[in-house]
């Protein structure tokens, strides 16, 4: 769940620290407060695109940190742990926007691309926000939350992965099938190109070993006069090393009767001798070796010209010359054997076809049944929602054409009725605005009650439903808060007393400045809050006597 959020120099917030506990917390103050700000801040901690614009006026940069507690999310820990960014149970996202609009982002202290963050936040929070149902609208939509109510992940992988293979086998076919104007000229070409390849070594050691050739054979000259020096230096002057060394040999070697403990620097230096005298032995072999020869000298360099120009006729350079031969031979093998590979592939295919079918019928099933379920409990809600006689119902139905899809072979739609008796109908021509907030709303309780995303989040989700509808809507949404981290950013006193814990927002304005704040609020302020909520910034008696009933209620619940 969200621990923790920091905020600084955002919109119109200059600092803010906000402590978050387990349960409902909702979030209530004055129009423009700066509710929907504090999620706004916590969307781009989460990946969500950002401006220059968000930039507190005057500031240099916008920084927002995000610490969840991840105890028990095995595919969150997972995730973290096959990107390298996993930190013994912790999780904090950091996203800083600097204002020229130009946005960094991080988890555990490392930088990450952007949409590392979203990734992430797909296993951690879930917002429902108050134009949900204008979502809802889109067929892509429907089929997402019955997905994600049956828990169709896997199942969706793995279509998704045939329909990629299908993709990739159909347009192999088509290459093969006349992918090219003149298949005939294409295999000349081919065959051309890789005579040219085939008579090269074109490993990594045998390119490695032709540099080393010609750096030895072009500097054949200056190795050998700088060889002579250096024996004249090491052995052959009277003032060689080896001449310096053997007297101190000698030398030590005399006085040793007098001073025993000279042994050691005697062995030292009669090692140093033994040394200086194998080096040049080996020094003395290398120069003999070392030959003048033009001719092979002459032929290395017509080989590296060759690699170049080819290296530069492949667009490549020449330590993938190896991998372009590779490349060439299969393609020329495709196509030398294009009827045995055609035959390949589409068995290649049917196969695949087949194992798709059988997954789609699979998702198919796990549709139909997270349909019924999905919607006897948004059917449920309605009626909680006193929607009496109202119905919902996904239609779970084959797609008129058979063709593949990522997503498997259904049409997926959300219907309702209204009123007892009447048929089923899409929902933009049958439920009016504020009936399809109310149904909006059903449809994420019902919906959110089986999602394993921790945190819930609801802005404003409630507009549009007010009376003793806003009532059940609040207890709905403390209910949730048995099993999840619930934050809710509302206007109603009837959802804000149902709360587990109060954040009340507002904005505290100065001669040059504006700034949001917010204050954890304790029972008793809690308590006004709701009143204010009923009745105004004048509290009277009455509207204190009725908050307090509320947030008693609740309590007791």
Request: glycine fraction near 8%.
């Amino acid at each position: 769940m969200l621990n923790h959020l920091h905020i600084r120099d955002f919109a119109i917030v200059d600092e803010l620290e906000l402590d978050f506990a387990s349960g409902m917390t909702t979030l209530t103050g004055e129009t423009g407060a700066g509710k929907s700000i504090l999620l706004d801040a916590l969307g781009l901690a989460l990946g969500d695109r950002a401006s220059a614009e968000t930039v507190r006026p005057g500031a240099e940069r916008a920084e927002i940190i995000a610490a969840f507690d991840i105890d028990g999310l095995a595919d969150c820990e997972a995730w973290l742990t096959e990107q390298e960014l996993d930190d013994e149970g912790e999780c904090m996202l950091r996203r800083v926007i600097q204002a020229s609009g130009r946005s960094r982002a991080f988890i555990n202290g490392r930088p990450v691309p952007l949409q590392h963050l979203r990734e992430l936040g797909e296993f951690l929070v879930d917002i429902h926000g108050q134009h949900e149902h204008q979502s809802l609208m889109r067929r892509d939509v429907q089929r997402m939350i019955v997905d994600n109510h049956a828990g169709n992940g896997e199942l969706l992988t793995e279509t998704a992965r045939l329909h990629r293979s299908m993709q990739e086998c159909e347009q192999a076919m088509e290459a093969l099938r006349g992918g090219f104007e003149d298949q005939d000229a294409r295999r000349d070409l081919l065959a051309y190109q890789t005579r040219e390849l085939e008579g090269l070594d074109l490993s990594p050691e045998a390119l490695e070993s032709l540099d080393a050739e010609h750096r030895r054979l072009a500097h054949a000259g200056t190795l050998a006069e700088a060889g002579q020096r250096l024996l004249q230096a090491l052995y052959e002057d009277e003032t060689s090393a080896q001449s310096i060394i053997g007297q101190a040999v000698r030398e030590v070697e005399g006085l040793l009767d007098k001073d025993a403990g000279l042994s050691d620097i005697h062995e030292q230096l009669a090692g140093a001798q033994a040394q200086l005298e194998e080096a040049v032995d080996g020094l003395r072999r290398h120069l003999d070796n070392l030959e003048m020869d033009p001719a092979r000298l002459a032929e290395v360099e017509e080989r590296i010209s060759t690699l170049s120009d080819l290296a530069r006729k492949h667009n490549v350079r020449e330590q993938e010359l190896g991998d372009v031969y590779e490349a060439l031979r299969t393609e020329l093998d495709d196509l030398e054997h294009s009827g045995e590979r055609l035959a390949e592939l589409q068995q290649q295919h049917d196969q695949l076809r087949e194992r798709y079918q059988g997954i789609a019928e699979q998702l198919r099933a796990a549709r139909q049944a997270a349909a019924d379920t999905l919607s006897g409990a948004v059917t449920a809600q309605l009626g909680e929602l006193s929607m009496a006689g109202a119905a919902f119902h996904v239609d779970v139905t084959p797609r008129s054409s058979d063709a593949p899809t990522p997503h498997g072979l259904d049409d997926i739609a959300f219907q309702v009725r209204t009123n007892a008796g009447q048929p089923f109908g899409p929902l933009n021509r049958i439920a009016s605005g504020g009936e399809l907030s109310r149904l909006s709303l059903a449809i994420q309780v019902a919906a959110a009650g089986t999602t394993r995303i921790p945190t819930l989040i609801f802005d404003e989700a409630d507009s549009g439903i007010g009376g003793g509808v806003a009532e059940v809507v609040g207890r709905q949404l403390r209910a949730l808060g048995r099993y999840h981290q619930v934050l809710c950013v509302t206007h109603l006193p009837q959802v804000a007393s149902q709360a587990h814990h109060h954040l009340q927002v507002h904005k505290r304005t100065g001669e040059q400045t504006t700034a949001t704040t917010v204050t954890p609020l304790a029972r008793d302020e809690r308590i006004q809050e709701v009143a204010r909520m009923l009745g105004g910034m004048e509290l009277t008696q009455a509207t204190m006597e009725h908050a307090t009933e509320m947030v008693s209620n609740a309590e007791s619940a």
